[in-house]
């Protein structure tokens, strides 16, 4: 299948099953989403609705059961570990929950790491200009354990963005954090997005969150439905304007 | 994705993960992270290099020092000249050789006569130690001497004042006269047997033919000594040994001093075990170390994954680490092993000059060896583990799941442990025995420790907070606990053990030659002097035997048939009997051959009562009033010679021939110094034989100077003073002792980082409990408690079974090792769980402290 060249993303009667002792346990029913180049899109649902099932799919971190994937035209369900990781390095970037920040590198080294992984050759000097934009200049030879979780999230922002990703996976990047950092966070991650132009694929349960997003699927008991919320499209561009 | 972004990518990707596995490297040294593995490669290279250089340059020492005894690093011993092809072989492999042939024989100054002991010897005697001699009257410090000139001879004191005569005069030596030219201080292998014919007297092997002693029938010993280079000595050996008769023996220092070979087989095989034991710890250190190491590492290579790193970018990646960790380790504990090794060294200086041994390249290949086996085998399947990490773990979290606990990956690292005991030992028997003996004690702690653990929550429901807390846990956590549980319980055992043989060891030493021990036997006593001498003997604070009737005679017939008789020593006789039970060869010819004989007159005594530290094993002891002549035999001997039981035994003394029965075997410790005696009769059976008086006594060292006098006062009395044997022993042991204490040193160290690892290696667990307990409003203290608690409760456990495994192993070891008798040592159970409890649980709350100290929302940051 090839994409529309305005498509990032394609994913077609998508399914996800995984076997149990004496049953077949369905967490995602088959499933269409398409993606924009340059879109926000967040995925909404409670807990165990198969939201993050969906992302580790999307993402090329795990294999579905059924059906194609394609990013960037690289159909991910073909591909074995090592191709999917391959395409990972040159197109996805991600921002985790729990940080994911590798404790014995300094926070600039963790930033560098997706840049070197995709051979880009100035990624110390990157590096330092994502942290200085994120406001951690002075954190750049910290380690993670020294950091507090507001300033690891935003390293691993930084580290998000530093490959300049063609698609980033968020998922709930303010989770572990209180109201007002996860707020500042946000803004930080929107700004950065818009500014870099990337595509942004959201896991959230936080409805608010998931409102700055120019578009919303939700996910309940693996079914994907999509959900129109045109006028939410403003106050996400107005809010990123206040932070920058 | 802009062409601009492509421009800047670098073609070159091949040195990224060189320049990562560094970086990771050089922080996570930094912050710490690898110190526990490092650690423990360290511990378990220092330990060998030390261990395997310290023992290796101690026995070369000593074999060095000892070496003196027997004047040479090997003696070949035969009742015949040697063959030349011998000679010419020494020739080949560049050995020095000297010629020693010894007898006895009357020697004749005017009227007076003396029977005495003959050493001839050539030029080069001694090649080791040292033959001093005064040549001069006034001389007041001896010349250290090789040969006498042709035509004269050096004499030991007694010869002079027994024979009246003085440095200068003449004495008659089978035909030829021969003139005194100095008397001997010191002989380096003189013997010392209680039962020699008399003074020593040295004379050149050029005069032996001039004297007529070699006649047909003439009793002989030739002594051909060699030294040099021991790598020709051992290949000059192994071409000699198969060519031995029964009449020959090749032998070394060790081999000539049954006692110094005992001491030092029993401490090498200690050492060997030490460190062995010390070796697995530390290689089970390694392997919980890695294991941990495997886990801390997930979440960094699941991030790598995801973040698009191939998975040889990541294998290289850690390889280089693990590779570049393991040789930094490996150098370290090469620094550490030899400053260690330099330490033992300088520290045994005092006892022992080690300035000449060599260090070869034994210590330093087996280390690196067994640091690079601890390093891969141990660390493999934690490691390959860890490089299949899946990326999808950022996203579900990661596993914790540890292998089955049987299964093929435990192979790598039990063959490994089995190579490394092989290396270390070369003895196939101790290590499959260490390996196998551990595997089952692991597997039966493993259940049995699963079952105490279950049994301390019904006890602990009762019990106060903590402790309700802490074995809930223990029980909650019974399957991971169990597998800590099996290394604590190794770990003290380990410990235990070395401290029980240690002693055991040491106080087995000691009481074979306790303080009393004597340093010298005293011959050729007359009745008449009797009273005399026991004055001399109480009036300066001498520990004397008593006096023993001695009879010089010959055993020459068994049942009626008459013995071959080669010459040997008591000891050399039980010695020979012991080596040709292990060559079964030899004792198949030995059938074809005529009954063997003890080859030499006899020191035969009498006796009411069984002499000390004999033991009665067959027959029974006789009545003294018994008037039916009877004998009691040496077990070794009897066994040499096949005598039995109710055997008809026909002696020889002076020309009298009598035959008694055997009615009693006994046997007789070698090892002490007291006097021992092959033959004992009923009193009837000597009683109207002429006899001479023998003792041994302790001699102190304040009094040593009355001797001389005593001396002068009995010149007819022989005294042969061993002292300096006796106190090469005590150094000997003093020496072993220290290096004893050196390798538990290391095994402590080895046990005590086995202990840390695994507590670290639950560490994560228990923060994300601490983290839940904080949140639901635990205080402080009970958390503190419940901790030391849990850690208490499973170091008392693991010190109870650690104590119980401790004792079937001393058992073990002390029968079939090291031939000792066995002992029980309750004390120390109370030693291993007290240990055990606070030792694990102090290690434990420390390693948890700075948990502890954390806020709830730093711990909770930390977990969740």
């Known amino acids: 299948m090839k994409l529309d060249p305005n498509n990032i993303l394609k994913v077609h009667a998508l399914t996800k099953s995984v076997q149990l002792e004496d049953k077949t346990l369905e967490l995602l029913q088959p499933l269409e989403l398409t993606i924009n180049a340059g879109e926000t899109l967040a995925i909404v649902g409670s807990s165990g609705s198969g939201k993050t099932t969906l992302l580790s799919l999307l993402a090329g971190l795990d294999l579905p059961t059924t059906g194609e994937v394609y990013l960037k035209n690289h159909a991910l369900h073909q591909f074995n570990e090592e191709q999917r990781s391959q395409v990972r390095a040159n197109h996805v970037g991600f921002i985790f929950q729990q940080f994911l920040l590798i404790n014995s590198l300094t926070a600039l080294e963790n930033v560098m790491l997706p840049a070197e992984l995709a051979n880009i050759s100035d990624a110390r000097q990157r590096g330092k200009e994502l942290l200085a934009q994120v406001g951690l200049s002075e954190r750049a030879d910290h380690y993670p354990s020294q950091l507090s979780g507001g300033e690891q999230q935003r390293v691993a922002i930084a580290r998000a963005f530093i490959a ?3 698609i980033l996976f968020a998922d709930e990047p303010t989770g572990n954090l209180d109201n007002k950092t996860g707020k500042h966070i946000a803004n930080l991650l929107f700004e950065l997005n818009q500014k870099k132009g990337t595509t942004l694929v959201l896991v959230t349960h936080d409805q608010k969150l998931a409102s700055r997003c120019e578009r919303q699927v939700e996910m309940d008991s693996g079914v994907l439905t999509e959900k129109t919320v045109p006028h939410q499209l403003n106050e996400c561009a107005s809010t990123v304007n206040k932070v920058g | ?90 020739q080949q492999y560049t050995l020095k050789m000297a010629e020693k042939v010894e007898t006895e024989s009357m020697v004749f100054a005017g009227e007076n006569m003396l029977l005495s002991e003959l050493s001839v010897i050539s030029d080069l005697y001694p090649l080791r130690g040292e033959l001093k001699v005064i040549k001069m009257a006034e001389q007041q410090v001896p010349t250290v001497e090789h040969a006498p000139k042709s035509g004269s001879v050096w004499v030991e004191p007694s010869v002079l004042s027994r024979l009246d005569i003085d440095i200068g005069d003449q004495v008659e030596i089978g035909v030829t006269s021969f ?19 008399g003074p020593t007297i040295i004379l050149n092997i050029a005069d032996l033919e001039k004297t007529q002693l070699v006649q047909p029938g003439s009793r002989l010993t030739y002594k051909y000594l060699f030294a040099g280079n021991i790598d020709a000595i051992k290949s000059f050996e192994e071409w000699i040994k198969p060519k031995l008769n029964d009449t020959q023996s090749f032998y070394d220092a060790k081999q000539a001093q049954s006692r110094l070979s005992n001491t030092l087989t029993t401490a090498e095989k200690f050492l060997s075990l030490a460190s062995m034991l010390g070796i697995v710890l530390a290689a089970v250190a390694v392997a919980v170390a890695s294991r941990r190491y495997g886990q801390r590492h997930q979440p960094m290579v699941a991030v790598f994954k995801a973040l698009g790193a191939s998975l040889p970018h990541i294998r290289k990646l850690y390889y280089l680490h693990w590779s570049l960790l ?27 000059s080690l300035e000449n041994t060599s260090l070869g390249y034994k210590p330093l290949s087996i280390s690196v060896v067994t640091g690079l086996l601890c390093a891969i085998a141990f660390a493999i399947q934690p490691i390959k583990r860890l490089i299949n990490t899946s990326p999808l773990s950022v996203i579900r979290g990661f596993s914790t799941e540890t292998l089955p606990r049987f299964g093929l990956h435990q192979l790598p690292p039990i063959l490994a442990l089995f190579a490394l005991l092989m290396i270390f030992s070369q003895d196939l028997t101790m290590s499959l025995s260490l390996l196998i003996g551990g595997m089952l004690v692991s597997a039966v702690l493993l259940a049995f420790g699963q079952g105490l653990m279950s049994a301390g929550r019904t006890v602990g429901s009762q019990a106060g907070k903590s402790w309700h807390l802490a074995l809930a846990n223990l029980k909650r956590r019974a399957s991971e606990n169990s597998v800590q549980l099996v290394s604590f319980t190794i770990a003290i055992k380990l410990l235990l053990l070395i401290t029980v043989m240690k002693h055991s060891i040491i106080s087995e030493w000691q009481q074979q030659f306790p303080e009393n021990t004597p340093n010298h036997y005293v011959m050729n006593i007359a009745e008449h002097q009797l009273s005399a001498i026991d004055s001399f003997v109480n009036a300066n604070n001498i520990q004397s035997q008593g006096f023993y009737q001695v009879f010089r005679g010959r055993l020459s017939a068994v049942n009626g048939e008459s013995l071959l008789n080669t010459e040997m020593s008591d000891e050399a006789s039980v010695e020979k009997t012991q080596s040709d039970k292990q060559d079964k060869t030899k ?30 094993l067959e027959g029974q002891w006789w009545q003294p009033e018994d008037q039916q002549g009877q004998v009691s035999i040496e077990s070794a001997i009897a066994e040499r010679l096949s005598i039995v039981l109710g055997d008809e035994l026909t002696f020889d003394l002076g020309g009298q021939v009598f035959t008694v029965p055997v009615t009693s075997i006994r046997e007789v410790n070698w090892q002490s110094r007291q006097l ?24 102190p060292e304040q009094t040593k100077d009355h001797l001389a006098h005593f001396l002068r006062e009995f010149p007819t009395i022989t005294m042969m003073d061993f002292g300096a044997i006796l106190k090469q022993l005590y150094q000997v042991i003093e020496q072993v002792s220290i290096a004893i204490e050196l390798i538990l040193i290391l095994v402590v160290l080895a046990g005590s980082l086995v202990l840390i690892a695994q507590v670290q290696a639950s560490m994560e667990e228990r923060e994300r409990e601490l983290a839940i307990l904080r949140t639901l409003g635990a205080k402080g203290s009970l958390l503190r408690n419940s901790v030391l608690f849990e850690f208490v409760a499973l170091g008392a456990i693991a010190g109870l079974m650690a104590s119980f495994a401790m004792e079937i192993a001393v058992y073990f070891l002390q029968t079939q090792v090291f031939d000792m008798s066995a002992s029980f040592h309750f004390s120390y159970w109370l030693l291993g769980i007290g240990v055990g409890a606070s030792f694990v649980g102090i290690v434990g709350l420390f390693s948890c402290w700075r948990l502890l100290q954390l806020s709830s929302v730093t711990l909770i940051r930390r977990t969740m």
Request: glycine share 6%; aromatic share 8%.
């Open chain 2, 179 to 197: 003139v005194i030219a100095g008397i001997i201080t010191d002989i380096p292998d003189r013997s010392y047997r209680a039962f020699i014919a």
């Open chain 2, 1 to 90: 994705m802009s062409a601009n972004f492509l421009d800047k990518r670098a073609m070159n990707k091949s040195n990224l993960w060189i320049k990562q596995s560094l970086r990771l490297l050089h922080h996570e040294f930094r912050r710490g992270e690898l110190t526990i593995i490092c650690l423990a490669i360290v511990l378990a290279v220092a330990t060998v290099f030390s261990l395997s250089g310290f023992s290796g340059k101690i026995k070369q020492a000593l074999l060095t020092n000892s070496s003196s005894y027997i004047a040479a690093d090997r003696v070949l011993r035969t009742s015949r000249i040697a063959a030349p092809e011998i000679i010419e072989k020494s």
């Open chain 1, 164 to 166: 300049e990703p063609d």
């Open chain 2, 326 to 352: 393991s040789l930094i380790s490996i150098s370290i504990g090469l620094i550490v092993g030899y400053c260690l090794l330099l330490l033992g060294t300088s520290a045994m200086d005092h006892y022992l």
């Open chain 2, 676 to 699: 021992n005696f092959i033959m004992v009769f009923n009193k009837s059976v000597l009683e109207n034989f002429p006899a001479t008086y023998i003792s041994a006594w302790m001699v």
């Open chain 2, 587 to 616: 004792t198949t010819e030995k059938e074809n051959t005529p009954r063997q004989g003890m080859g030499r007159e006899l020191g035969l005594t009498w006796g009411d009562e069984i002499p000390y530290q004999n033991k009665l």
